[in-house]
């Protein structure tokens, strides 16, 4: 168990929709990670906040967004989903000065 | 761009032999080098991993092999086990800055050991 929870596991949902994702980081670490992992894709960096800040965006959609939240849980909002949506998203997250990202078990989305 | 290039995309080695999974990089900012095991239904966990200025690392049957004026670093199983069968993703950081801790992976090595 590396302590990052994600939560659905699962989610079936129709194209158009509207899903979010939600983390609970490994207790006291600040930085959360968002990855798309998709067959043609392989793992893609999405976004990375820092203590409730946003710190750096990589191939994430604008019809994706992401926030942290105070007690530093995360949640990447999903929008207007399409099929190529379908894919596992995994949050990470590092204590401050580690090297170490640990990940959660993931949640696989598939849009319909 | 895939700024870690990785092979092979899938390898089968018979129980007790070495697996030996490649991968290539361009960017000279990466300063940390892990690789990752990932099982089916399963988020990726840390295995082992390497900074550039050594060369070798081992950890029990893994040991990464670094060579920086290639820009390339290996994986080497030793003594494979059925138990090894995962998908194995390289993967690379960028020094400081406000990427710190992003990680650019391969595309993954999915290894089969067959008893």
């Known amino acids: 168990d590396s302590g990052v929870t994600q939560t659905p596991k699962h989610l079936i949902t129709a194209t158009g929709q509207r899903v979010t994702l939600r983390c609970s980081p490994r207790s006291g670490d600040l930085s959360v990670y968002w990855y798309q992992q998709s067959l043609d894709q392989g793992l893609q960096f999405l976004i990375q906040y820092y203590n409730g800040e946003e710190r750096a965006k990589g191939n994430i959609l604008e019809r994706f967004s992401a926030q942290q939240f105070p007690d530093l849980h995360s949640e990447l909002n999903l929008s207007s989903l399409e099929l190529g949506d379908s894919a596992l998203y995994f949050c990470a997250s590092r204590g401050q000065g580690s090297t170490e990202a640990f990940f959660g078990q993931g949640t696989r989305l598939t849009v319909v | 761009q895939q700024q870690v290039k990785q092979s092979p995309q899938s390898l089968i080695v018979q129980k007790g032999g070495i697996s030996i999974i490649n991968c290539a990089y361009e960017?000279?900012?990466?300063?940390?080098f892990p690789w990752y095991q990932q099982f089916p239904g399963k988020g990726p966990a840390l295995l082992i991993a390497?900074?550039?200025?050594?060369s070798e690392k081992k950890e029990g049957r893994f040991t990464i092999s670094f060579n920086k004026s290639a820009k390339q670093f290996s994986l080497h199983i030793m003594d494979s086990q059925p138990g090894d069968s995962a998908t194995y993703f390289c993967?690379?950081?960028?020094?400081?800055?406000?990427?710190?801790?992003?990680?650019?992976f391969g595309r993954g090595t999915q290894l089969t050991v067959w008893p």
């Open positions: 390497i900074r550039p200025d050594v």
């Open positions: 993967a690379a950081r960028p020094r400081g800055g406000s990427t710190l801790g992003r990680l650019y």
């Open positions: 960017n000279t900012a990466f300063d940390y």
